[in-house]
């Protein structure tokens, strides 16, 4: 692995565990989630001592249908530029990381200083083969600081807490033709989809709600498409 210093480059972690089942509401049925187990490979010993630190800290990291859909997307698009915003402890990081070419450098932004530190040691940890520019601060202020770069081929936007409409139309001109949008935990537990939530009493899913439907309907993006996986991934690509 390479790191690249940028901005006190170091370590990070996402907030609470984005399982099949998220804030009491079931997005996939307890039986569904348990055969779809059966067919996941175990995690390495990295991941899952990252998934050991999330729980202990009340952190939120990816589920494990989600990650393996992160890495195959990483794996089969050959990206030379990714973007991540939110760090966390470095789950998402890992996935990809491994997944991408060697030649791939991943910038990866957090606001939060101690979960970067984390996500600096599992990366080490991990040994990826990538170049990674791990860097801290308020994501929009960071990208309009210098970490922009002509073409990102991946963006995932990971943080459900940053201001992801504002990231979208910043990253958007400077996706490449064909880069990938990701979004994860795009259900919201299910409660994108509820009638009350629509009425202003779940603001969380009221922006989660309005993200989908401004990139479903963005002529920048094609192929958008839901998907049911952990706690919904949206994915769309850039046209």
């Not at 790191?3 to 804030?23: E, N, T």
């Not at 910038?107 to 040994?127: C, G, K, N, V």
């Not at 958007?172 to 259900?187: F, I, R």
Request: aromatic share 4%; net charge negative; proline share 6%.
């Amino acid at each position: 692995m390479t790191m690249l210093d940028a901005d006190s480059a170091a370590p990070v972690l996402h907030d609470s565990d984005g399982g099949a089942w998220v804030d009491g509401f079931g997005i996939t049925a307890p039986e569904v989630a348990r055969y779809a187990e059966v067919l996941q490979a175990p995690p390495d010993a990295v991941t899952l001592a990252m998934r050991n630190v999330a729980e202990s800290l009340d952190l939120r990291v990816l589920d494990q249908d989600s990650a393996t859909l992160l890495a195959l997307l990483a794996r089969s698009h050959r990206p030379h530029h990714v973007l991540e915003v939110g760090t966390g402890i470095g789950h998402a990081t890992v996935h990809m990381a491994r997944a991408v070419p060697d030649d791939c450098t991943i910038t990866s932004i957090e606001a939060d200083p101690e979960r970067q530190t984390h996500a600096h040691a599992f990366l080490e940890r991990a040994e990826v083969r990538c170049a990674l520019e791990l860097r801290l601060g308020d994501p929009l202020r960071v990208l309009r600081d210098g970490a922009a770069r002509a073409q990102w081929d991946i963006v995932l936007l990971g943080d459900p807490t940053a201001p992801r409409l504002e990231l979208l139309d910043f990253v958007a001109p400077q996706m490449s033709p064909d880069a990938l949008l990701v979004v994860p935990w795009a259900l919201r537990g299910g409660r994108v989809a509820s009638n009350e939530a629509a009425w202003g009493e779940d603001e969380d899913a009221e922006r989660q709600r309005t993200l989908n439907r401004c990139v479903a309907t963005d002529p920048r993006f094609a192929d958008v498409t839901l998907l049911p996986v952990g706690d919904g991934v949206l994915l769309a690509r850039r046209a």
